[in-house]
């Protein structure tokens, strides 16, 4: 057993269990996750901290609505790497205190990146079948992240984890955009058609996903061990 799986201060033995148990699948699929997390969150990092990385449609968009622009790029870059670090089932289980602060750090930032979001929806010069796909983006995303941060608070961490889940998903929207653009592109689809089709395209099939995940993922020890962990405060 290594030092990591083995019970000592802050790993009870069930703790150690559920570690030992995580699936290499599980293993391999946030690794490529937050790979791909972490590049977008430095693209957004970098339109925010650094002027010359803004194109003629960045400059535009920070023209007409700065300060919403720079909520949600600040905001959406710290939920994707906050979010996947929470998403770690091994940190999770061995670092309560650290998931507790960055929890709150993940909720701030989606309120701040997902209302910006919404405002920017409204305004987006893709038309009106964007602006709604956009929109009921940043209303689920806010809805599902306030959902399990409500759990959590009521100690209910099955509800908490689920909820969170589908937050998440919603968070890598903004990988999934970045996937499927360039794709459209590869394949003839003319940009507007792509992006009208892609701000639905973008969200939807990320639900669909965390749902199939969520009914088909390993149990028993997680669940054990998700409600020794204390009520976030
Ligand atoms: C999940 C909810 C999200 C919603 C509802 C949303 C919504 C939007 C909207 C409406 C725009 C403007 C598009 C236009 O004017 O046509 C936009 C652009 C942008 N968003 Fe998001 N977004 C979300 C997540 C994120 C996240 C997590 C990031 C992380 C970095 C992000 C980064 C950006 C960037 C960098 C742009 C500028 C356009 C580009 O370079 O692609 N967004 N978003």
Redesign the pocket.
């Known amino acids: 057993m290594s030092a990591a799986l083995r019970p000592g201060p802050g790993v009870t033995a069930t703790r150690a269990v559920a570690i030992g148990h995580t699936p290499l699948r599980l293993h391999l699929g946030w690794t490529a996750m937050t790979l791909l997390a972490l590049a977008?969150?430095g693209?957004?990092?970098a339109?925010v901290l650094a002027p010359a990385a803004r194109?003629g449609?960045?400059r535009a968009?920070l023209e007409a609505s700065w300060l919403p622009?720079l909520l949600?790029?600040g905001?959406?870059?710290i939920?994707?790497v906050a979010g996947a670090v929470q998403a770690h089932r091994g940190l999770r289980l061995r670092r309560p205190a650290l998931h507790r602060w960055l929890g709150r750090v993940y909720l701030l930032a989606?309120l701040a990146?997902?209302g910006a979001?919404?405002v920017?929806?409204t305004?987006?010069?893709?038309g009106p079948i964007?602006?709604w796909g956009?929109?009921c983006?940043?209303v689920a995303?806010l809805a599902t992240t306030l959902v399990g941060w409500r759990h959590a608070r009521a100690g209910r961490y099955a509800g908490h984890r689920d909820w969170m889940i589908r937050s998440y998903a919603?968070?890598?929207?903004?990988v999934t955009?970045?996937l499927l653009?360039p794709l459209s592109q590869v394949a003839g689809i003319p940009f507007m058609t792509a992006?009208v089709a892609i701000?639905w395209l973008c969200?939807l099939p990320n639900l669909l996903l965390a749902e199939w995940f969520l009914r088909t993922r390993p149990r028993g020890p997680v669940r054990a061990t998700a409600a020794m962990e204390p009520a976030p405060r």
């Open positions: 977008v969150a693209y957004g990092a339109l194109n449609f960045i968009l622009a949600h790029f905001g959406g870059s939920a994707l989606v990146s997902g979001g919404l920017l929806a305004r987006s010069s893709a964007a602006q956009f929109g983006l940043a995303w919603l968070t890598l929207a903004a955009l970045r653009l992006y701000a969200w």
